[in-house]
């Protein structure tokens, strides 16, 4: 008896360790992840189709023109889209779909899709986000710079969304968020195929 899948959207500060978590979130339990499209050029070891699907800029607009994304919008000179198809052919099929997004995007879903669940995570503190991003070196200081300036920005959106988790401890943060999927899940509105059933099969009860 399947029930529609959760659309879980998870956003955070680049460096809040959202990939890690939601990396094992997938690992751990059936999560579908979308694959992102993106203007970016890949970084070292990024494969085209696993980690994002690589575009020009005149690929990804030809994408926006032909109505192919779910949400898209610009982050640090570059644009980030989730391809539509793919999600809503495994929520039909009842499978939890997580979308790592930025947060614009993830508005974007919540106006379309008000079933949506939006957590947003955060790392301990702001000195801990500066140092997990200079530590990573994957990107030239000015860029840093701009992606530190962002999540300023961002901050003021956090109301916005469903639930905050904070990324200290690892497991405790994974955790958390299958929680909180869960329960999404056990809704009573999420599950009309079931409730159904169980009002025919307790007429008979007697
Ligand atoms: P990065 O360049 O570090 O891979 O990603 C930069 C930001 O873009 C991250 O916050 C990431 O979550 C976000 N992002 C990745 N894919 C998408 C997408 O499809 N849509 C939107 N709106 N943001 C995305």
Redesign the pocket.
Known sequence: MNSKGILTVI??F?GSG?GTVVKQLCERYNYAL?V???T?DPRKGEIDGVH?FFKTVEEFENMIANDEFL???G??N?M???PKRYVLDKLNAGENVI????M???LQIKEKYPDAVLIFMAPPSACTLKKRLVDRNTEEQDVINKRLARAAEEIDYIDKYDYLVINDELETCINDIQRIVTSEKNKVNNQPAMVDFIKKDFKNII
Do not use: D, F, M, P
């Open positions: 956003s955070g680049s959202k979308s992102s499209a993106t970016r994002y949400e898209h919008a982050y640090v570059n980030y889209g989730t979308l790592e997004i930025e614009q995007g993830g």
